[in-house]
């Protein structure tokens, strides 16, 4: 087996953070969930509201931790093995920062409402065709994930591209201060944590604020890529030209978009798109269909090419692109009698992510003649009008075959549906049993919910009776 590759010392570790060394150990990883330690990893005791990372840091060191970042002593472990800071979360912001200033990676920025996890691991599929590429581990895209996953970031790596997220203003502006990304996608805007906005214009300027951190690359300029089809592209553009970003590309079905989708035909699996960019016309496939998955596409496609890559060459990596669990992935599970497809894109939910992925399971069961069944749970953080949203799902299902739904905001879908399509649990483990004896061989099944609403445990617990990638 191959050594592994030194990430920290415990000198360099501590001239990130100003401090002086403590033991000779070597790092191979960081951590700040003692769980997730493995061997060779550097601990971060983070105290947040609800855990303490102190309270874990022997735990941390007996699944093979080398050392631990603290802020105050822990009794009973070695002076060795604690690396002292004035404050873990500032401490792991400072390794981040260290991690930054050493790379010469292509450091590229992913937010927007919806698709951002999709579009970062496309982009990471696709710049592993060129070179070594460091991406944000499933979605620690917060004041958290973020710093840990540069922090993770090896020295040699030629790409880097990190998930931003956020709920309130402001918490952008502090991820792309700290990613300093040479590339900046905005996937979409749309009525997402509406909770914490006045307006979806908020949520856009809140979007827009990754723009503030763009830097110029070696090789080329700061470049911001915009959704050219979405309402707020003009007020995107103006952030973009208050900022002075040195280069703007657009992607969408819009004639002036430069990286313009021009068609889309369904395959019996995925679909072939036809795109444009700068006059050059040339296809590729998907795993997946959808228009949504396909503009995804062309926002990665325009940050290869802002990267000045090959784009062609690389949209060929498409076809083998990987669907993440709780993002589309497809199961065959067991039903009384047989088997039934499970599409799990249980991971989250939004009212527009709701609208398409409803459309997308009428539209493919009509096509394969199977009854569509919606498993549905609430989607969360839409404010004052969360049960508005919820209602105006109904229209969407008239071509579902069978809707169940749980939760509270839930049960505004289910009440404006026709008695004989619909059934209603509490929440999802409630919901469970009913969908176990109404489900039948042959059906087509989509589950979907807010991550709060626990719909992924549904889809597991479908999953585990007989499950068939």
């Known amino acids: 087996m191959a050594a592994l590759e030194t990430l920290w010392t415990a000198a360099e570790a501590a001239q990130a953070l100003g401090i002086a060394p403590a033991g000779q150990w070597q790092a191979q990883g960081v951590s700040i969930d003692s769980r997730a330690v493995a061997e060779g990893d550097l601990f971060i005791a983070i105290e947040g509201e609800h855990q303490d990372g102190h309270a874990y840091v022997e735990d941390a060191l007996a699944r093979g931790a080398v050392a631990a970042m603290v802020h105050r002593d822990v009794a009973g472990v070695p002076v060795e093995k604690q690396l002292h800071v004035q404050n873990t979360n500032e401490g792991l912001n400072r390794l981040a920062e260290a991690a930054r200033a050493r790379s010469d990676a292509v450091v590229t920025g992913v937010t927007g409402s919806v698709g951002k996890t999709g579009a970062k691991n496309a982009l990471n599929y696709l710049l592993q065709g060129v070179g070594k590429a460091h991406a944000t581990a499933g979605n620690l895209n917060n004041h958290y994930g973020l710093p840990l996953t540069l922090a993770r970031m090896k020295r040699e790596m030629a790409f880097a591209v990190l998930e931003m997220g956020m709920n309130h203003a402001g918490e952008i502006r502090a991820l792309t201060a700290l990613a300093r990304p040479h590339i900046a996608i905005i996937t979409h805007v749309d009525a997402v944590h509406l909770e914490f906005f006045d307006s979806v214009a908020g949520i856009a300027a809140a979007k827009a604020e990754i723009m503030e951190g763009l830097e110029d690359h070696a090789d080329f300029p700061a470049t911001v890529i915009l959704p050219r089809d979405n309402p707020y592209f003009d007020l995107l553009l103006q952030h973009a030209g208050q900022l002075e970003v040195p280069r703007i590309l657009t ?31 040339f296809t590729f496939t998907l795993p997946q269909q959808g228009k949504h998955h396909a503009l995804n596409a062309l926002a990665t496609l325009c940050a290869v090419d802002a990267a000045g890559q090959d784009v062609e060459k690389l949209a060929e990596r498409l076809a083998h692109l990987p669907v993440a669990e709780g993002r589309g992935a497809e199961y065959q599970i067991a039903v009384e009698g047989g088997t039934a497809t499970l599409i799990d894109d249980s991971y989250n939910a939004s009212p527009v992510a709701m609208q398409v992925a409803l459309q997308q399971l009428v539209k493919r069961a009509k096509k394969e003649g199977k009854r569509s069944v919606a498993i549905l749970g609430d989607m969360l953080e839409l404010g004052k009008d969360a049960a508005q949203f919820h209602r105006e799902l109904a229209p969407l299902c008239d071509g579902v075959g069978l809707v169940l739904t749980a939760g509270d905001l839930m049960e505004r879908l289910h009440q404006a549906l026709p008695p004989e399509k619909t059934c209603h649990a509490a929440d999802a483990k409630a919901l469970l049993a009913k969908v176990q004896a109404l489900l039948q061989p042959g059906d087509l099944v989509l589950v979907k919910g807010s991550h709060g609403s626990a719909m992924w445990q549904l889809a597991k617990q479908l999953c585990h009776q007989n499950p068939q990638a």
């Open 251 to 281: 992607f969408g079905v819009h004639q002036d978009a430069d990286m313009r989708m021009i068609s889309l035909k369904d395959q019996d699996v995925g679909q072939e798109v036809a795109a444009q960019i700068r006059g050059r016309r």
